[in-house]
């Protein structure tokens, strides 16, 4: 069994900064590419960043130079460090990462619960 959970997310003035965490754990041969997505109330979901296995990143305009992704791979963990935050950015942010559990076997793409990021005065 595979589970990705998040954390870090909660209540934070405009302007201010939060780190995501999210880590991968179970029967986990390797893991691909990893990223983060979020949805605010009444919106699609949009993905945030992206980080390949070579450290390859890629972001949403909405994010960029405010937001930096990074992952170790040693603790198959992804973060999202988020800072100069806007109301704009309340949403619940998710992980998600594309990963093989065992040798011959396919990839999958597996999804964290999520977490609540608010911001606001």
């Known amino acids: 069994q595979v589970q990705l959970v998040e954390s870090g997310g909660g209540l934070v003035q405009p302007g201010g900064s939060l780190r995501l965490s999210c880590v991968a754990s179970?029967?986990?041969?390797?893991?691909?590419?990893m990223r983060w997505y979020r949805r605010a109330p009444g919106r699609q979901r949009e993905l945030v960043a992206a980080?390949?296995?070579?450290?390859?990143?890629n972001y949403s305009d909405s994010v960029k130079d405010r937001f930096t992704i990074s992952r170790d791979g040693t603790e198959n963990t992804v973060y999202l460090q988020m800072n100069s935050l806007k109301p704009e950015d309340t949403a619940v942010y998710y992980c998600?990462?594309?990963?093989?559990?065992?040798?011959?076997?396919?990839?999958?793409?597996?999804w964290g619960q999520g977490t609540q990021v608010t911001v606001s005065s």
């Open positions: 998600n990462a594309d990963l093989r559990q065992y040798a011959y076997t396919p990839w999958y793409r597996y």
């Open positions: 980080v390949t296995t070579t450290g390859g990143t």
């Open positions: 179970g029967s986990i041969l390797s893991i691909d590419a």
